[in-house]
């Protein structure tokens, strides 16, 4: 596996976990989770330390998360769905 596909498998696996609460992306070198409650960020140099930054952040204050698949794709695409 290169380094992308892991980078690539380690930022899936965050947003599967942990896409309903947080924005995870990866710029400059440093992994980013940005919640979507309140727009606090965390960063951090590899996707471990960025799990446990998320852990120790929702810990303290849990974020709301999506009752359903279609409220988290909605949020994640920032659109309405339409019922």
């Given at each position: 596996?290169?380094a ?12 599967w976990?942990?896409?309903?609460a ?9 992994y ?7 727009g606090a ?8 330390q960025?799990?446990r930054?998320?852990?120790?952040d929702?810990?303290a204050r ?5 009752t ?9 695409l920032a659109?309405t769905?339409?019922?």
């Amino acid at each position: 596996m290169s380094a992308y596909e892991g980078d690539a498998a380690a930022i899936g696996s965050l947003i599967w976990n942990w896409g309903e609460a947080y924005v995870i992306s990866y710029a400059n070198g440093l992994y980013h989770a940005e919640r979507r409650d309140n727009g606090a960020q965390v960063h951090a140099p590899d996707p471990g330390q960025l799990h446990r930054e998320m852990q120790a952040d929702y810990a303290a204050r849990p974020a709301p998360r999506a009752t359903c698949l279609a409220d988290a794709i909605a949020r994640a695409l920032a659109i309405t769905p339409v019922l």
